[in-house]
């Protein structure tokens, strides 16, 4: 069930000279369970939400994932089980990946099921989570302030760097070439150097991260906001602060339809961004 809006169009509130114009295109009902992450699967077209159901670090065996389409149906509540704190996705060809407290579970897409789950040793808060092309995944921690490599079954420190403070939201900007959301900026993170760099400052907390176009990105923060972060420049989307907190997004580029995790409303509302004044 869902609750459809009128096509209302408005203007945001903005940082910097483009005017940005959005709409909701759809919410769900506040039936989900402390949703935490949102990914849109580009090969199935399908919607995958991680759900705590209970408190981020608690090992109550109640996390679930659920499985929507990109009209805002929940097609299956409970699509996949048996998790504790699930936050953090990625998909790998038939494999969804999800991040849990100190373990990462590998889910098979076609079976609906978890086949593997990998204990990360030395794990305190593992949150976003991305897979390169071999299928070696890459872990942030937002309590340890490290970065864990997933390889062939095995996880392992992979990096720490003074830079890497509260790490949270992950992209893949290429197959060798990571950002990072930390707790007042966007790293940049060479996987074949480990070199770290800050390529946007001033951000506040990120969580959801998603690349936007040239060196620009869609970030949410714990408040409640959304906003396009670049060098010089934050133009902010969406604000629910202190109602809804936003949490990991979910993108569907072609649409430039925005997922956003409503953490403690138990919701995802989808918003869609309808122009921009300045293209890339």
């Known amino acids: 069930m869902k609750k459809l809006f009128f096509l209302v169009v408005f203007s945001v509130c903005f940082i910097g000279l483009n005017a940005q114009v959005i709409q909701k295109v759809w919410s769900t009902e506040r039936v989900l369970k402390t949703p935490e992450s949102v990914w849109y699967n580009e090969q199935t077209n399908q919607i995958y939400v991680s759900n705590i159901n209970g408190k981020p670090q608690s090992k109550d065996g ?3 994932i659920s ?3 990109t009209t805002g149906e929940i097609v299956a ?8 704190a699930p936050k953090g996705m990625a998909v790998w060809h038939d494999s969804l990946f999800v991040t849990d407290i100190d373990k990462v579970h590998i889910i098979s897409i076609r079976d609906a099921k978890i086949v593997t789950t990998v204990k990360v040793v030395g ?3 593992l949150n976003d989570i991305v897979v390169t092309s071999d299928g070696t995944a890459y872990i942030s921690d937002m309590q340890s302030n490290k970065l864990f490599m997933l390889k062939d079954g095995r996880a392992e420190v992979w990096l720490e760097d003074e830079l890497l403070v509260n790490p949270n939201g992950m992209l893949l900007l290429k197959n060798d070439l990571i ?3 930390a707790k007042n900026s966007i790293l940049r993170v060479n996987l074949n150097t480990k070199n770290v760099k800050t390529i946007v400052d001033d951000t506040g907390p990120v969580d959801g991260l998603v690349l936007y176009g040239n060196n620009k990105y869609i970030i949410s923060n714990w408040e409640g906001r959304i906003l396009i972060a670049s060098p010089g420049e934050k133009i902010v989307l969406y604000n629910k602060s202190g109602k809804d ?3 990991d997004l979910g993108y569907i580029p072609e649409k430039r339809i925005v997922l956003i995790p409503a953490f403690n409303g138990n919701r995802v509302v989808a918003v869609q961004i309808l122009k921009k004044v300045t293209d890339e």
């Open 67 to 69: 499985l929507m389409d």
């Open 123 to 125: 794990a305190v808060f």
């Open 77 to 84: 509540m409970k699509w996949v089980v048996g998790m504790d």
């Open 179 to 181: 950002a990072v959301g």
């Open 62 to 64: 109640n996390g679930f």
């Open 245 to 247: 907190q936003t949490a």
